[in-house]
């Protein structure tokens, strides 16, 4: 079986990580060219990863023959565009979350998709994060019974740059962070999204309120089958990078995560300490291997994604619905599970939070 | 100095803890008598206690002149009117949580409270468990910064008996349960909850419906000072009595509770195991000897009480506004905390959730 | 029945703490006096637990006869001698460890029980806290298989004052301390220890060379049916007060003991912390409660002791034995657990480590 | 800077996985070939990592002029004689542990190093796992004070095959799994091993007693500057692969390990439970990455070795002494430390345990 040719656009922390899983730790993909709009950021990552082709614009990259796959990881903002031209090109794609800032955007990159024929995948790198894939195993084993309460934090030690919020370009914190919750819930529940409500802060980091963004949230959630949770999301914990999740069911329950980083407790005399995790590139550095070693077997075996475009769609839609109930100071109800299901894999019609 | 005369009235699961904690562990209160509508169970108590004196009737606990203080651990409903009649005979009172399951109830009740001139504790025991109160000192001496973050969940193992339900006696799990969430949630914040939101559910114990209560509920908090949070309650985890509290603020944040009882670790080829806590008389056998040797230290020595009817009145308001908006679908603003504070300790006019 | 009368000789930290229990927490016992050297402790102590009788000397307190029982916490030099006066006065015995500083001493005092036809308990408390005795259910119940390796450390978080090694009357490290984890290797090991091996160190406290004590020790262990461990001591942890053991059988382990006393963990840039167990009052609570309401029972029911003098002086032999490796530098065997076996219980020939 | 042509010598179990880091994670080495006695399984390797040179002996891989470097991962036994080959060729070094099953192999393969100017460096990759390497860092910051006492416990949850142990090509407990402890030892202690005792046992795996093996061991240290401690070895947990390090100093304490395998706590009725560390693989993935890391990047940049074949002897002499204490039922004492540092780093005529 000949390797899948990949290329990798926008190589910025997590797109330069993609890259090298691609050139160093997935034997099934061989990294042909990596672009980025800093063009000298696009040179140094190739030659330090040692590949010959280097480009500073989409265009360029996705005209080589030799890639047959790329994987997106520019700013949010531009991955429904650059999706919607990967895919014209004839490009499978893997795409970071989220699919786009507005659901129109990401409806049209996937009908493009759907028309293309080509696979894609949603960069929900925690589906791939073991702990959570074999929660995942235990719930479908019917370890927990039916699961019937969904909670998750997700906290950031300290916030992205002033760049990162400017020009809103990476859409607001429900956008950004919480649609890995509001992923991991529909997935771990078994189960849509029918209703939220939240409440927004902004004591962390009040500067933040000048870009409309808040620096916390608590998402209270409503499922289609009468279960019932609440995400929380923060951007600043001070301590550590903490991301525990937990679902509680008719028999038991799960708790999925760690604080701990080094396997070291240190005793004084003013007692014990640890210290804690510090990055998601060191939380997730298996998932963010998985899920595109997956992406690259399937494609080259002709499987279907598991994290697909609707999926993408879906978590989307809880985002922006949660963001409104923010806004509007109300509980927002997503459209009937019911008719999600009913829709095609591109689902053109798909409408939110109305 | 000499003993307080106490009697305890209601001697069920917790009144009989209360009582044998007056015999035996607090020196310098003098147990007197026990009253329960069930006479044989009083009787029963008085004889394990080694005590001479018990009542199948209140009126007849409280005309002894050598009690100068009660116990009131009846079911919930009667909550205030036993108070009420304490109060008024002279009795200095310590009251299980609720205070009453209606706004007006307590109202009335603290009302003949402040009128006979004693004092009144409210039963938040946790106030007075070590992790909490340690928790409550490292807040107040900076350790964490400015608290912007509340999240509390308090599982129970299995629901209490059909007969707890009956009659709506003790109220639904928004009062029974949530209760202590609120009033952790005020202490801890060091603010007033200035809206709610809540979702409930009925999926682990289907047979409350017919109660018009739920299983479990999530309730989305804001803060008058913009700080926001949320509460779990869940009547049946299945796997053991779970309470957990996290506070996270500017710099750091504090994470309360345990679950594992046993301390040890069973390891086989199945893995690692350990026990869970299995009731709250265990969890916070501290907390409920620690808040009676409060009340016994405070009324002899005329100490002001630390959680006193005002505290019982504002967390009832919470639970009576977070109920509200499950049962209408909406969030619930509070009356604000600028009126609540002006108050007076008895506040006979406070409104709240309408 | 009659309650049990009961006088506590020595109320240091821990015979009073007894006395307080008796007193308090356990109503089948009635606490008639106590007696201490310092008659003026005596008085303290008796007037706080609001009891009549104190004495500066054992005599007179065994001369009481509504005094059934005593409970014997003087220093440990006293304890064989005490023991005997009381057996000779047809007290029933509870003697904390060890039983003596020398093996003769031990068997003549048991010698004196078993002449006097009364019953005697030793102090090893950690047989009646809570995950020993589920320990102990857990490898009966055949939940580990055979066990073949027992662990355990025993770390204090300072040494005791330096009043404490004069004059040596409680004995050095292998008998004042490690006597608790010989006696759980026999116990959980259900086997007798056959050799010995120790090294001993003092570079926690050097201070303690001069009283030809060690700080710390460690003893390898090879028991009768060919299982092996090691036991460690330590006077000077500095970070807490650390007792943890270890048993490896054939299908599994088990590991008892717990480092964190709060129920909290605090969260900061620094990382997280916790504190730790200060003191074996406070670790050991619920033990020291337990292991005197089975004396009581036992001797009200005419139960048998289940801690009784053989234990005693077994676990004394290992102590004597792992003494003499560590000044001798070589293994030391113990007599053949046969020959133990077959004595009887009083076995006043008893011989080890010569 | 050109990369470092490498070969491995021997592609087993971790054979193969150095092969692998060498050809995926390591950019600056360049894996030329592999060897393996089963040729086939050295053909496979080279097939399974795209690289072209494969032999079934030694001597081939060592005439290829494009190898600098190899890495030996040959049964124990063949060591001592392949370093020495290797080293004649002109090859630096990197080998498993021990470096020899006797002293006078390891210092001949020693002398042979040094003879060719070669660099060489023993397979202790705890040195390079990072809770180590952070404890190292925290007593080298003098965080708890002053080491006093060492713990290790190596716990394997099965033994290895039957074929492992026959012909004792591999040694025995004390050779091929103490020998990283006592590494630890001494590394962590900065101190030398003075004087050993060690029990063993055959009751977790009877069958061992025909190969002269033991299952289990307990081992006491005396350090050279007072310190004291232990070490405990384990063929067959049953429950998990634990590895667990503690070290105490005058001021406070370190633990190294885990024993929990994927982030997940599982709560049923019956309790809480989760995973364990099931390899050795798994557990020092990390290490056996950066120690390869480090030897690549030091031969190249001609950097001292940090664990180099003075460390390896040093280790072995106390494996040597610990296993002659187990047979001659003695402690045994090691030569001087003054003596071994006054040694040069080849020490032809290091002597220990006579």
Known sequence: MSK?????????????RH???????????????????????????????????????VEDLLEREDIQAVVVATPSRFHASVTRLAAVAGKHVFCEKPPALLMEEAESAMSAVAKAGVQFQIG????????Y??????????????????????????????????????????????????????????DEVAEVHSFGGV??????????????????????????????????????????????????????????????????????????????LVRFADAYLNELGYFVDAVLKEKPMQVDGQEGLRALAVCLA???????SRPVALESSARLEGNTKNAAGLEIAR
Not at 219 to 237: A, D, H, P, T, Y
Not at 322 to 328: D, K, L, Q
């Open 133 to 190: 894939t074999r929660a995942k195993k235990l719930i479908e084993a019917g370890e927990i019974g039916e699961p019937i309460l969904f909670k998750s934090i997700g906290r950031d030690r300290q916030p992205p740059p002033r760049s990162f919020f400017q020009g809103g370009i990476n859409g607001t914190l429900f956008l950004d962070a919480a649609i890995h919750e509001f992923d991991l819930a529909r997935w771990l529940m078994n």
């Open 124 to 131: 929900f790198m925690r589906r791939y994060d073991p702990p």
């Open 322 to 328: 949660a963001e409104r109930s923010h806004r509007e």
């Open 4 to 16: 899948l040719g990949i290329g990798v656009i926008g190589v910025g922390t997590l797109g330069r």
């Open 203 to 280: 004591r962390a980091c009040p500067e933040l309120a000048e870009f409309g963004d808040v620096d916390s949230a608590v998402v209270n959630m409503r499922f289609g089958r009468g279960g019932i949770g609440n995400v929380e999301c923060l951007r600043k914990s001070n301590y550590g990078y903490d991301i525990r999740t937990e679902v509680v069911g008719s028999r038991g329950a799960l708790e999925i995560g760690y604080l701990r980083q080094t396997a070291q407790l240190v005793l004084t005399s003013a007692g014990a300490s640890y210290d804690t995790v510090d990055h998601w």
């Open 19 to 57: 890259a090298e899983n691609l050139r160093r730790a997935i034997p099934a993909a061989q990294l042909i060219a990596v672009a980025d709009a800093d063009g000298g950021r696009a040179k140094q990552v190739a030659s330090e990863l040692e590949i010959q082709h280097h480009f500073d614009n």
